[in-house]
């Protein structure tokens, strides 16, 4: 019987399990995770976990009856060790399992901060899994210090959550602006006017020079410009690395991640890879998206071509971010862009297409719902409405969708 195992219970990884099921795949399928939970979700947990708004079982992606109901193997707690790719075998524990294919959906591990700035201080966190949420919520009560390290969307949420319990946020971001790597500097400064309302004192084009303790224990922080804070913990969002030390250790090809072709498959013909952790070929290059929905679909596509479909994965970006009560709702990618184009509604709605020349390969629309299915429509479409349309309010957007 041929057997597929799965390693790593995430998002992909669960999605890829499932989807061979459905589509009637009859052989053994075990699925191995680190963690001792069952797939969940992770975006929620620096939202709505976090404020308790949400119970931990509504964060699991599937009940955990529905692996023993489709015949899944579900090995949890249980970090993989090495990987035999001349026995197709991997060792979990003391176990040896043998694979026909193996698929790694490893995710990514938080950047953190160096022990010789004080990242080691108890109260130096990242947000990463349920045990750093878990930990780290009796810390959010009102009135506490915390300082944020990072203004990508992670650090961003993050504060948004801590001010909404009175905190009292700091966030540096040691680049020229919040959101530098990845929005224009419209959203930007449409996401610095927000946490600025909600109180957030935000440092542009500053860095953290090191932490200071007492008894192991964070109280202070010293930044680059010489000012000195004083904190009752840390929360550290400067990016993460992709988990490739399995795959490298099996002698699979690294690149940008673990290296896929078209069909997600690597280096090693009976190794594939999906989510976080992989790369495959758009525009010349090995792109890796770190979002839920490229995790979900590249998942899909990794376990359709397991079955013999052959079908190339063809990435359709999309992310979004909860920051009080805006919804920002990003579709495409904006890298090359050369002009944004300002769509403004009312109340607050606003939307923001960038272009290169005149073709439009992103959106990022805040509470405006319908320019982001128009704009992602058109993106997959490959169609690029005129910028004077779109910057008029008085364009019907779904109009476009038929030009």
């Known amino acids: 019987m041929r057997q597929v195992i799965v390693v790593g219970a995430g998002q992909a ?14 052989g053994q399928i075990t699925l191995i995770g680190e963690e001792p939970f069952p797939p969940y979700q992770r975006p929620p947990l620096s939202k709505a976990y976090l404020l308790g708004e949400m119970e931990r079982d509504r964060l699991y992606l599937r009940p955990e009856s529905f692996y023993a109901e489709q015949d899944i193997a579900l090995k949890l707690g249980a970090p993989v060790t ?4 001349a026995t197709q075998t991997l060792t979990v524990g003391d176990e040896v399992l043998h694979y026909d294919d193996l698929v790694l959906t490893t995710g990514s591990t ?20 349920l045990h750093d949420v878990d930990a780290m919520a009796p810390r959010f009560t009102n009135g506490a210090r915390v300082l944020i390290v990072g203004g ?48 957030v004192d935000i440092r542009e084009g500053v860095g953290l020079d090191h932490l200071t303790g007492t008894e192991g224990r964070v109280t202070g922080a010293v930044l680059s410009d010489g000012s000195t804070l004083e904190v009752d913990f840390v929360l550290v969002g400067v990016g993460i690395v992709p988990n ?36 495959f070929p758009m525009n010349g290059q090995q792109m890796r998206l770190e979002s839920v929905g490229n995790a979900i679909d590249q998942a899909e596509s ?40 300002t769509r403004q509604g009312e109340d607050g709605v606003v939307s923001f297409w960038y272009y290169a020349g005149d073709r439009l390969l992103a959106i990022d629309a805040m509470n405006d719902p319908r320019a982001y299915m128009v704009g992602k429509r058109l993106i997959e479409a490959g169609k690029s409405p005129a910028p004077e349309a779109v910057r008029d309010p008085a364009t019907d957007l779904k109009a476009l969708l038929k030009a």
């Open 13 to 26: 990884g669960s999605s890829c399990v499932a989807r061979l099921r459905a589509k009637g795949f009859e």
């Open 82 to 85: 090495a990987i035999d790719p």
């Open 110 to 129: 938080p950047r953190r901060l160096p022990a010789s700035i004080g990242g080691d201080l108890d109260g130096v966190m990242v947000v990463r899994g």
């Open 152 to 199: 990508g969307y992670i650090g961003l949420e993050a504060a948004a959550v801590a001010a909404k319990l009175g905190l009292t946020v700091t966030l540096v971001e040691m680049a020229d602006r919040i959101l530098q790597r990845v929005a224009a500097p419209e959203t930007s400064a449409y996401f610095r006017d927000v946490h600025s309302r909600h109180g």
């Open 244 to 279: 490739t030390q399995l795959a490298e250790a099996a002698g699979v090809r690294i690149e940008n991640g673990i290296a896929t072709d078209s069909l997600g498959r690597t280096s090693d013909p009976h190794i594939w890879a999906a989510g976080d952790c992989a790369s």
């Open 302 to 341: 990794v376990a359709d071509n397991i079955l013999g479909e052959g079908r190339a994965y063809e990435a359709k970006p999309w992310f979004w971010s909860d920051q009080y009560d805006v919804k920002l709702q990003i579709a495409g990618l904006s890298a090359g862009y050369d002009r944004i184009v």
